[in-house]
């Protein structure tokens, strides 16, 4: 009997595969045959225990040299439990394992499965117990019932065993028994990679690969089937994103030239400092794509506080003046507000065209700006709505309100799409549809990306970077408060903002909570924004004027508290991560995060970049309650020993999933990217970007190779996507 690729799962392995199917929700034989194992064990040997943590993973292939079995009292039933103690020996050394049973049955059926002399394969958490490592209840695979059998199983066994990632109820033991039965019925292995791009990069056939990743003999196949089958997904990724940007530059667009004596002009001549050398480049970059008659679809990455929005704003006077409509999109109302005041202050009188001002006297050049968002009232909400129509707001700032299908513009020109990785390809979708030709797009993240990371997740963007920062900002210093060994250090940090609040200054204090959530199942008790205002206001910041702000307050709330943060009406505002991104209060110089810990450092690094905005120097302490040896608190220290963005970036990518920094959950389910990471695999990045670019300008429709055909069009019509778009 032979299967192909596509076969249904469930014709090859009956009830087991059933169960896989539900587990997994693979469907086909290919599905399965793409589960790549995650480690391998080498028979009979252990691992370097001395460099292993507790908690960490460890199996291995050994004898059974010795198994007894004891019984105890359980606490929670009081009943009789049993317990059995079993020594394997590895060739390299023996491991203890304990095995808990609470039933008479099974701790008999145990006790005869674990006899002594039995070999056997176990994997389990490390757990370090009275002076000695062990494993607790490992899953385990017995070979043979009697020595001669044993011998001969453990003959048999291959150098390098895999160990796949486990899914729900079913056990790595299933699944290499299943994908076994797989490989020795499957006949027609597709081919991704055209042969040229084969052959260039001395790759083995997909077949040859998929047999060496699931069964090497040893760590030579190994790594050709890993380097093969990792090329294969950078590859058809970067295929996915070729054909994209191949896509985008067929597409028309309206352009939008420089125009002398303008708003933008205007609007330059005024600005009360000058440019860095930074805002110029990305500046002219950005306004030769704006004339050009293909829509502009560029990223635009940048340190906290390095100009971006300055950058936006040009760009978006350029289209003005051209007689089109800027929109920009902003992620919560706080940031929409934040921006439209911004704005608004920046441009002075250029920002009452229309209006009574412009009558009486104002710049002849002016626009109009709009906010849009959902809590606004009817009327101010159909004035806003009437003005970008009618096109007589040229800029128009707001939320996810602005993807509504009543929202129409008069002629949408450009699309500022800000912290794209809140935002669905589904939503700058909706809001770039409603321009009649496509619009120039420019989004915006102040979350430095690593190069790869860039060409992976925004690889259909070109990509801008501002790493210089505007004069005159304040140097900021960070600094770790331990309070698990250095309690009183917490009752300084209330000090350090009384301090600087007696020179004029203000403060952020950053909360994990609001208030009415349930404590954390996995720690202490957090500071809770709701609990900690008030007791601040009467207890060590007694005196001061103390506000609250988070995202459950009704948006008239949040706008007042944050008008009176910023012009200097509260000295302490309290609050979650609502203050993030994009809120800009030059006088603030002092922030103090309470829990720091449960926040991740990029995270850390965009909250610290509220204060220094001024020229005064700030202060920044991450206060944590992390052992010291723990990793929580490297991340906090390296996130005090930099500021540089893209460093902390790295770090923080390094210490997450690789699943979770393309937007997408690797739980041992289907992903796009198995093998390659997108932080250290930048060599096949980069080569598989210019051999997908230069394959498809020789194939535009792939047809060449209907298996790369195939497999691209799973990739951009599935749901795995959804990790090139929302990033």
Same mark, same amino acid.
């Given at each position: ?17 059933? *169960? ?65 103690? &079993? ?63 044993? @011998? ?54 997909? *077949? ?8 090497? *003999? ?6 050709? @089937? ?15 994103? @070729? ?32 440019? =860095? ?43 003005? *003046? ?118 120039? &797009?420019?989004?915006?993240?102040? =979350? ?34 331990? /309070? ?44 809770? &924004? ?47 991560? /609502? ?44 206060? =944590? ?54 932080? =250290? ?15 498809? @300008? ?30």
């Amino acid at each position: 009997m032979k299967v192909s690729w596509e076969s249904a799962l469930t014709t090859i392995g009956g009830k087991k595969a059933a *169960d896989v199917v539900k587990e997994t929700g693979y469907e086909t034989v290919g599905d399965l045959l793409g589960h790549y194992p995650r480690s391998y064990v080498e028979k009979g040997r252990l691992s370097d225990l001395g460099q292993l943590q507790e908690g960490d993973m460890l199996s291995l292939v050994g004898e059974i040299v010795s198994s007894a079995q004891k019984t105890y009292q359980d606490r929670r039933t009081r009943k009789t439990a049993y317990r059995q103690e &079993v020594l394997v020996k590895a060739e390299d050394g023996t491991l203890r394992m304990t095995f808990f049973d609470r039933a008479h049955h099974t701790a008999r059926w145990r006790a005869e499965q674990l006899a002594a002399g039995k070999i056997g394969m176990f994997s389990g958490k490390l757990k370090w117990f009275n002076g000695h490592w062990e494993l607790n209840n490992p899953n385990s695979r017995m070979y043979g019932d009697d020595a001669d059998d044993a @011998a001969d199983a453990f003959a048999k066994m291959p150098e390098l065993i895999p160990i796949y990632p486990v899914t729900g109820k079913v056990d790595s033991w299933q699944l290499e028994e299943l994908i076994g039965l797989a490989l020795e019925l499957v006949d027609d292995i597709p081919d991704t990679l055209p042969a040229a791009v084969r052959a260039e990069r001395e790759l083995l056939s997909a *077949d040859q690969a998929l047999r060496w990743i699931h069964r090497p *003999d040893n760590h030579g196949e190994l790594g050709a @089937a890993r380097k093969r089958l990792k090329y294969d997904e950078a590859f058809t990724t970067q295929m996915v994103l @070729a054909r994209r940007r191949a896509n985008h530059r067929a597409e028309p667009a309206v352009p939008r030239p420089l125009r002398t004596d303008g708003i933008l002009d205007a609007f330059d001549t005024r600005l009360p400092f000058t440019l =860095t050398a930074g805002q110029e480049r990305v500046g002219d970059e950005v306004a030769d794509e704006l004339a050009s008659d293909h829509p502009m679809h560029r990223l635009l990455q940048g340190e906290v506080g390095s100009g971006k929005t300055l950058v936006a704003l040009r760009a978006m006077l350029q289209v003005v *003046d051209a007689g089109g409509q800027a929109a920009l999109l902003a992620p919560t109302e706080v940031l929409a507000q934040q921006h439209f005041r911004s704005m608004a202050s920046m441009l002075g009188d250029l920002a009452e065209g229309g209006t009574l001002g412009s009558l009486l006297g104002g710049a002849e050049q002016a626009t109009r700006l709009a906010l849009l968002t959902g809590s606004m009232s009817t009327a101010a909400r159909r004035q806003a709505m009437l003005d970008a129509a009618s096109g007589e707001a040229g800029i128009v700032i707001g939320t996810h309100a602005l993807l509504e299908e009543k929202v129409q513009f008069f002629d949408l020109g450009l699309v500022v799409v800000d912290e794209q990785h809140r935002f669905g390809v589904e939503q700058r979708a909706a809001l770039t549809g409603k321009a009649g030709t496509p619009p120039h &797009v420019l989004v915006m993240t102040a =979350t430095p990306i690593p190069r790869t990371v860039a060409m992976t997740v925004f690889g259909d963007l070109d990509t801008s970077t501002l790493s210089e920062l505007p004069a005159g900002r304040g140097e900021v210093q960070t600094s770790v408060v331990p /309070v698990q060994v250095q309690p009183a250090w917490l009752d300084r940090a209330w000090s350090r903002i009384r301090e600087e609040v007696a020179q004029g200054r203000q403060a952020y204090v950053v909360c994990a909570r609001i208030g009415d959530e349930p404590p954390p199942e996995d720690g202490p008790d957090l500071f809770a &924004v709701e609990d900690l205002a008030p007791d601040l206001a009467s207890g060590p910041l007694a005196g001061l004027r103390v506000e609250m702000l988070h995202g459950r307050m009704t948006p008239e709330d949040k706008d007042r508290v944050m008008q009176s943060f910023a012009s200097g009406l509260v000295d302490v505002l309290v609050s979650t991560t /609502v203050i993030e991104v994009g809120v800009d209060v030059p006088n603030s110089t002092v922030m103090v995060i309470l829990d720091a810990e449960r926040f991740g450092v990029s995270q850390l690094h965009q909250l610290r970049g509220r204060i220094g905005r001024g020229g005064h120097s700030g202060l920044c302490l991450l206060v =944590t309650s992390a052992a010291p040896d723990s990793p929580s608190m490297e991340r906090l220290t390296a996130v005090a020993g930099t500021r540089d963005g893209f460093e902390l970036s790295r770090i923080d990518l390094e210490q997450r999933r690789e699943g979770n920094v393309l937007g997408v959950e690797q739980s041992g389910r289907r992903s796009a990217l198995r093998l390659l990471s997108v932080l =250290t695999d930048e060599d096949v990045i980069v080569a598989a970007r210019e051999a997908a670019t230069a394959y498809l @300008a020789s194939d535009p429709d792939l047809d060449g190779t209907p298996a790369l055909k195939r497999a691209v069009e799973i990739l951009e019509f599935s749901e795995r996507a959804e990790f090139l778009d929302k990033g």
